[in-house]
C-alpha cells in the first residue's frame, strides 16, 4: 500500500537550515509526484514546493529563495531543504504523493519542526 | 496567488443533522478543488477532488459540489467519527492554495 514517511529534527535553531526527508513505498517517484506541504498549528496547510516524477521541480515563490527539493530514487526518498529558519517556519511538515491532476491523494503523518534557540 | 475563503470557520451540529460547508475561491478554479477532512492529532485525508469525485474509500454521505468561484462540502446524517477540521484546496492555479478549515464538532 502507499506510504510516506516524513524525517528529521524536531528543533532547529532561528537562521539555520531545515532538512527533512520523505520515504515514500507501494508507489514510484518516476510515476507519481510528491509535494512537501507545512502546517502551522490551528491554521490551513501551505503548499511548499513539488519533485515531479520526471525530476522537475515547482517551488511556492514566498519560499523559494530559501527551498531546495531533490530526491534520490534508487532509495525512493525526497529532500527537503531550507535555510534561513524562522519562529514563523515552525509547524508540521508533510510530505504528499500527488495526483497528476495536483491534489494531494496520500500523506505522511507528519513531523513537527519547532524553530527555536 | 488564489484566496480560499472557508466558511463557517467553526460548526456545531448533532448526531444525524446534515451539514454544509462552504469555499469561495477569489478567482475561477474551473472545479478543480479538492477537501480533506483532518481529525486531531493526524495528517489530512482526501474527501473530494475534482469538486464532486469522492475519493476511495470515503463514505458516501460526503459530497461535493460546485462551480466557477464557489464550492460546499455537505455531511449528510453526521456521525461521531466526522469530528475533524475540513479543508478545501484549489490546484487550478500554482502555487495550489488551501482554506484556512473548518472546525466541526458534536452539540
Known amino acids: 500500500q502507499v506510504q510516506l514517511k516524513e524525517s528529521g529534527p524536531g528543533l532547529v535553531q532561528p537562521s539555520e537550515t531545515l532538512s527533512l526527508t520523505c520515504t515514500v513505498s507501494g508507489f514510484s517517484l518516476t510515476s507519481y509526484s510528491v509535494s512537501w506541504v507545512r502546517q502551522p498549528s490551528g491554521k490551513g496547510p501551505e503548499w511548499m514546493g513539488r519533485?515531479?516524477?520526471?525530476?522537475?521541480?515547482a517551488y511556492n515563490s514566498a519560499l523559494k529563495s530559501r527551498l531546495s527539493i531533490s530526491r534520490d530514487t534508487s532509495k525512493n526518498q525526497v529532500f527537503l531543504k531550507m535555510n534561513s529558519l524562522q519562529t514563523d517556519d515552525t509547524g508540521t511538515y508533510y510530505c504528499?504523493?500527488?495526483?497528476?491532476?495536483?491534489?494531494?491523494?496520500?500523506w505522511g503523518q507528519g513531523v513537527m519542526v519547532t524553530v527555536s534557540s | 496567488d488564489i484566496q480560499m475563503t472557508q466558511s463557517p470557520a467553526s460548526l456545531s451540529a448533532s448526531l444525524g443533522e446534515t451539514v454544509t460547508i462552504e469555499c469561495r475561491a477569489s478567482e475561477d478554479i474551473y472545479s478543480n478543488l479538492a477537501w480533506y477532512q483532518q481529525k486531531p492529532g493526524n495528517s489530512p485525508q482526501l474527501l473530494i477532488y475534482?469538486?464532486?469525485s469522492l475519493a476511495d474509500g470515503v463514505p458516501s454521505r460526503f459530497s461535493g459540489s460546485g462551480s466557477g468561484t464557489q464550492y460546499s462540502l455537505k455531511i449528510n446524517s453526521l456521525q461521531s467519527e466526522d469530528v475533524a477540521s475540513y479543508f478545501c484546496?484549489?490546484?487550478?492555479?500554482?502555487?495550489?492554495?488551501f482554506g484556512a478549515g473548518t472546525k466541526l464538532e458534536l452539540k
Open positions: 475534482d469538486a464532486n
Open positions: 504528499t504523493r500527488d495526483d497528476y491532476g495536483g491534489y494531494h491523494d496520500y
Open positions: 519533485m515531479w516524477y520526471d525530476g522537475d521541480t
Open positions: 484546496q484549489q490546484y487550478n492555479n500554482y502555487p495550489d492554495t
